[in-house]
């Protein structure tokens, strides 16, 4: 059964500090891994990543991925309080199951003033 | 830009009572899908369509049905409600119907309560 887990699966940090959450999958012929930011409504999207070793940067976020590995990391340098939220770690398979894109739990993470 | 716009935002049911989650995009998506997100348990593809009369079962499809009649809409109804259908449901949105690559936009969510 493909999955997607996620750790930790909260985190409490203070503002200032980088935090390293973890993203590892079982999926059927992946394609591609999808990280997303859910604060109090909406998952907002932030990276998709389909090649290994090469790391998307948006501001103070960073992403690779692993494939040999089954993995993938967010990093988040110098959090703020607004960094506060749940994020969720999505795969793609291919093939049949296509349109499954499989979720992780999520890691919640609250940064501390 | 309304995007992925759901209706209502929150609903309270009594068992057995039937309802349905309106959900409507504007972006000339071919993918639509439905999803819940229950603590513990991540978001879970409940149907999804790929296109206007198309639809297929994700996950947890037991005790929902959908219908696609138009590219833009994609209800979600509930037959008879039970308490163990207590859920956030969020409808999501993508262009490409067999696409897996690509970002899932989302509507601002629905919380139903099941009494």
């Known amino acids: 059964e493909d999955k997607v887990v996620q750790s930790p699966l909260s985190l409490v940090v203070h503002e200032g500090d980088t935090v390293t959450l973890n993203c590892s999958y079982e999926?059927?012929?992946?394609?591609?891994l999808l990280w997303y930011k859910q604060e109090k409504k909406a998952p907002t999207f932030l990276f998709m990543l389909?090649?290994?070793?090469i790391e998307k940067k948006s501001g103070r976020l960073s992403s690779i991925l692993d494939k040999k590995e089954l993995s993938s990391i967010l990093n988040i340098t110098a959090t703020q309080t607004g960094d506060s939220a749940i994020y969720l770690c999505?795969?793609?398979?291919?093939?049949?199951?296509?349109?499954?894109?499989?979720f992780g739990t999520g890691t919640l993470l609250a940064v501390q003033p | 830009n309304a995007g992925v716009t759901q209706t209502p935002k929150f609903q309270v049911l009594k068992t057995g009572q039937s309802m349905t989650l309106q959900c409507a995009q504007d972006?000339?998506?071919?993918?639509m899908s439905w999803y819940r997100q229950d603590p513990g348990m991540g978001l879970r593809l409940i149907h999804y369509?790929?296109?206007?009369?198309?639809?297929d079962q994700g996950e947890v499809p037991n005790g929902y049905n959908v219908s696609r009649s138009t590219t833009e809409d994609f209800p979600l109804r509930l037959l008879s409600a039970a308490p163990s259908q207590t859920s956030v449901y969020f409808c999501?949105?993508?262009?490409?119907?067999?696409?897996?690559?690509?970002?899932?936009?989302f509507g601002e969510g629905s919380r139903l309560t099941v009494l």
């Open positions: 389909t090649s290994s070793g």
């Open positions: 999926v059927t012929n992946f394609r591609s």
């Open positions: 999501a949105s993508r262009t490409g119907a067999f696409a897996n690559t690509g970002e899932l936009f």
């Open positions: 369509s790929v296109g206007a009369g198309i639809t």
């Open positions: 972006m000339n998506h071919e993918y």
């Open positions: 999505a795969a793609y398979p291919v093939g049949g199951a296509t349109n499954k894109l499989i």
